[in-house]
């Protein structure tokens, strides 16, 4: 057991490296804790550890190898049913109870059917705190590796999204836009953003090759948050299409440097709800 800890509680290194004269045959990890007193050797978190940095011991607990890559995912500790383990990385109070009951699966089905892709959305903005709720379950989805290297951008003004919409717009004027699209905008109407009152937007590193996947999930999360909470929410393709091609557009979002933009949302209160579900195209499945 190292200096400074309760008894049954180990916080050790890695075999290789353990103090001479200490205690042998104990849990021996890098970064984990162990409370051996609450541990009940099911193994679990070596189980679904997923770069296999956990093993376990001769004794049944939990033990990091050498060289391991740990990749902060929390699920050593999210999973232990006795609360046997703390991670350095990762600061208890920081963990969220996972709801132990969760809606039926039909209430579930029909909350993802009755998603709609909102165009029409009322003159209002969204509250500061509702957006940071909304980006709070985003940051949560899942990424590559666990590497976290999203980065969101919010326009939470009306005016400043129309002016995005204007600039993607100035792009789209020397392109081969149809003229019909052209006399909608010079009508007055934006079908750029739709005029949506608030726009997020994702972004990652330009050289992480998981970056469009990423965002997508972490888009896909926000959504459907966004649609619990009464709200309407529209992919914004034009502008991440345009943002890829027109730096004054990267600009006026402020894209950080080294970044590139990987998809947007508009969000609002949506002005008509929806009372139907409507038909798709058949199922397309290959069963192997």
């Known amino acids: 057991m190292l200096d400074g800890t309760p008894s049954g509680v180990h916080c050790t290194q890695s075999l290789s490296a353990a103090r001479p004269g200490k205690q042998r045959g104990i849990p021996i990890v890098n970064q984990i804790t162990v409370d051996t007193n609450l541990c009940k050797r099911d193994g679990a978190c070596a189980a679904v550890c997923p770069s296999r940095t956990l093993i376990l011991n001769k004794e049944g607990f939990p033990e990091e190898v050498v060289g391991g890559n740990c990749i ?123 005029g949506a009152p608030t726009l997020v937007v994702a972004c990652a590193p330009e050289d992480y090759g998981w970056g469009k996947q990423d965002s997508a999930i ?47 949302l508009m969000l609002g209160e949506r002005k008509y709800p929806y009372r139907r579900v409507p038909p798709r195209k058949p199922l397309s499945v290959q069963w192997l």
């Open 72 to 194: 902060l995912c929390g699920h050593c500790v999210a999973v232990c049913a006795y609360d046997a383990l703390t991670h350095t990385g990762l600061p208890q109070e920081a963990f969220l109870p996972a709801s132990k009951k969760l809606p039926a699966p039909a209430v579930i089905d029909s909350f993802l059917m009755s998603r709609r892709s909102v165009r029409e959305f009322k003159d209002r903005s969204i509250a500061t705190e509702t957006l940071k709720a909304l980006l709070d379950v985003a940051r949560r989805a899942p990424t590559a590796s666990n590497s976290q290297k999203l980065h969101w951008i919010v326009a939470g003004d009306g005016a400043k999204v129309h002016a995005l919409s204007a600039e993607v717009m100035n792009w789209m004027r020397t392109s081969d836009i149809s003229p019909e699209r052209l006399a909608q905008w010079d009508s007055g109407y934006d079908f750029v953003l739709r």
């Open 218 to 264: 972490a888009l896909t999360f926000l959504e459907l948050a966004a649609e619990a909470r009464g709200l309407g929410v529209c992919w914004a393709g034009y502008l991440t299409r345009v943002a890829a091609v027109h730096a004054p557009l990267r600009q006026a979002l402020a894209v950080p440097e080294g970044y590139a933009v990987c998809g947007g």
